[in-house]
């Protein structure tokens, strides 16, 4: 995902420039021929940063006044609201002011979305069909779907309708999905796009690169493209097809960095261990056969994954893994710099964007990254600079800057690689969607707020009318009443010594979990059977239950908070 943050202005307003972010999101998909319920499995981490609040909330429907407009209040994006907005559940950041980002849930026609991972457009595309400033982006894409489509395909339309009239501002990947089918789509381009209807005996592991292979654009029961997509690609001198259909990806997409191809091969090998993927390979396919049945709790170990039973380690905290401390400090990777904010530390990984933090990320003219160079460091006055002591990292206090010191992050060794369960995950979330439940309630968001390392998954159905208050709070420091705060500080405490508290704090987190993994059947199953006799009983049983769910496992997240604070 993309985000811009207001710290980041007032340092651009005082000249210095950072690199884009990484935007470390995964997608997963397992079609329901390869499940153990034969469920539809799809779900995604949202990564950027640490102590960047997330909430979860229902968004009650509304009737709109004739010419009212949904507004991105960052890129002025605008979109004509009908009469009514439905009802819906969704996981928003804090800071609407850079944008809403409600990334995933349910409305009240049983339509699941999750957006999105950021993608990578090739220089040529975007020297023939740029970007759009104002254009559609992640941050109001999924308050434009969920409020206003009654069907998957609907969404897909919808959102290909705006692109063909307002452009978008950014390269994207999304899954949209109902009881019936589960769509796949690319945002390619200022005005370019394909979207796919997905199979049911496949599974994808899809990180931040396009994916999409063959597709045939005149089948239009299974796929939606934008009008130009052949055209675009043959212009910029990058079209290449198969069999006389385009090849999307080849087509459009940008070198794939490093970190994604780790998260690619470390998430296909976790559904099915014996994949013929490996670390070295230069393409990816999308879809991948197997069989073997996948389950729910691969699907969260996926998203957990740390690069554990490997011999690999985790790059983005390699002084821990190494047996060092974590040191918040300046790290370098080949020509590209990050900076550490007052809250948290902007990571690079070999090959990949650095990360902005909250509010704000250095934006690329016309698809292109913009790069820290060597004189646009930080430059710490003479009278401002902090030592650091022996062992110690240099703090800036207020109104100064930190410098960096001898003591540095320890060298990026060979086998240190991103993970799909990195510190930068404010939040993730499987879906599964069953043929056995209503059309309008279809399934299940699985929501691990915070960092799933040190977060229990909770399941919450797409009827719920409200959610825990712990969920709600929206400040954007520490707040003990909070979820996401009380996780966050888990995983900072983690992070110190992973070696050793990941273990032990993971142990506990699945304990908490399993409480409603056993109770969820059973839930699951009652649910079905209110429905049938009364919808709206069914909803307000069934919140009743998910949210008392919920507040066991909050009240036991702040004991193991505070028994680890305490140590």
């Known amino acids: 995902m993309k985000k811009f943050f207001a710290s980041i202005v007032a340092m651009l307003s005082a000249g210095m420039l950072l690199a884009q972010p990484v935007a470390a999101c995964t997608g997963v998909y397992v ?56 009802k819906y559940f969704a996981v928003p950041d804090t800071t609407p002011e ?44 999924t308050t434009v779907v969920l409020g206003h489509v009654k069907t998957a395909r609907e969404g897909v339309e919808l959102l290909a ?33 394909a979207a796919m209807k997905l199979p049911d005996d496949m599974f994808a592991v899809f990180p931040n690169s396009f994916f999409l292979e063959t597709i045939d654009v005149n089948d239009t ?13 043959e212009e910029a001198g990058t079209y290449a097809e198969e069999e006389g259909m385009i090849r999307v990806a080849d087509s459009y997409a940008a070198e794939i960095d490093p970190g994604s191809v780790s998260r690619y091969w470390s998430g296909v090998k976790t559904l099915d261990p ?26 969260m170990s996926l998203q957990r994954n740390r690069l554990e039973d490997t011999d690999y380690i985790p790059a983005d905290n390699i002084a821990s893994a190494t047996g060092g401390q974590v040191v918040k400090e300046t790290e370098t990777t080949e020509g590209e710099e990050t900076k550490a904010t007052e809250s948290e530390e902007a990571e690079a990984t070999e090959g990949e964007e650095t990360k902005a933090t909250e509010s704000e990320e250095a934006e690329a003219t016309e698809g292109e990254e913009t790069k820290a160079t060597e004189t646009e460091e930080t430059e710490v006055e ?62 299940v968001m699985w929501l691990a707020m ?12 797409g009827n719920i009318n409200d959610t ?18 009380a996780v966050d500080n888990l995983l900072t405490i983690m992070l110190e010594d992973e070696e050793n508290l990941k273990p032990e704090m993971r142990e506990k987190i699945l304990a908490i979990e399993k409480a409603g993994k056993d109770k969820y059947e059973e839930l699951r199953q009652e649910l079905i059977t209110m429905y049938a006799e009364d919808p709206q009983a069914a909803a307000e049983w069934i919140t009743e239950q998910t949210m008392q769910l919920a507040q066991d496992a909050f009240d036991q997240i702040k004991d193991l908070e505070a028994e680890y604070v305490e140590k």
Not at 108 to 126: H, S
Not at 221 to 233: C, Q, R, T
Not at 279 to 299: A, G, M, N
Not at 451 to 457: E, F, G, I, L
């Open 31 to 86: 079609g329901k021929g390869l499940t153990e319920d034969g469920s539809v499995i799809f779900g995604r981490t949202e990564d950027l940063e640490q102590s960047h609040n997330k909430t979860f909330v229902v968004i009650e429907a509304t009737e709109n006044e004739e010419g009212a407009k949904l507004v991105d209040e960052y890129t002025k994006f605008e979109f004509e609201l009908p009469a009514q907005s439905y």
């Open 98 to 141: 850079w944008g809403l980002y409600y990334e995933a849930g349910y409305n009240e026609y049983g339509v699941a979305m999750d957006a999105t991972t950021t993608t990578y457009t090739n220089d040529e595309v975007l020297a023939v069909d740029p970007l759009v400033e104002n254009g559609l982006s992640e941050g109001i894409m």
């Open 161 to 193: 309708s705006i692109i063909d009239e307002k452009g978008s501002s950014e390269g994207n990947g999304l899954i949209i999905a109902d009881k019936n089918e589960t769509w796949y789509m690319e945002i390619l381009s200022g005005h370019q796009y």
């Open 221 to 233: 029961e299974n796929v939606i493209a934008s009008a130009d997509l052949i055209n675009i690609a």
């Open 274 to 299: 014996d994949a013929e993927v490996s670390l070295d390979d230069t393409e990816f396919p999308f879809l991948h056969s197997t069989d073997k049945t996948i389950t729910l709790d691969q699907v």
């Open 382 to 443: 003479e009278s401002e600079e902090t030592e650091a002591t022996e062992g110690e990292e240099a703090e800036a206090t207020e109104g100064e800057e930190t410098e960096t010191t001898e003591k540095q992050e320890p060298e990026k060794p060979e086998n240190a690689l991103y993970p799909i369960g990195n510190k930068n995950t404010m939040e993730a979330h499987i879906f599964q969607i069953y043929e056995d439940m209503p059309e309008k309630v279809p399934g």
């Open 450 to 461: 915070g960092s799933p390392t040190v977060s229990p998954y909770l399941p919450y159905f």
């Open 468 to 485: 825990l208050s712990a969920y709600q709070v929206e400040t954007n420091e520490y707040d003990p009443e909070s979820f996401y705060w």
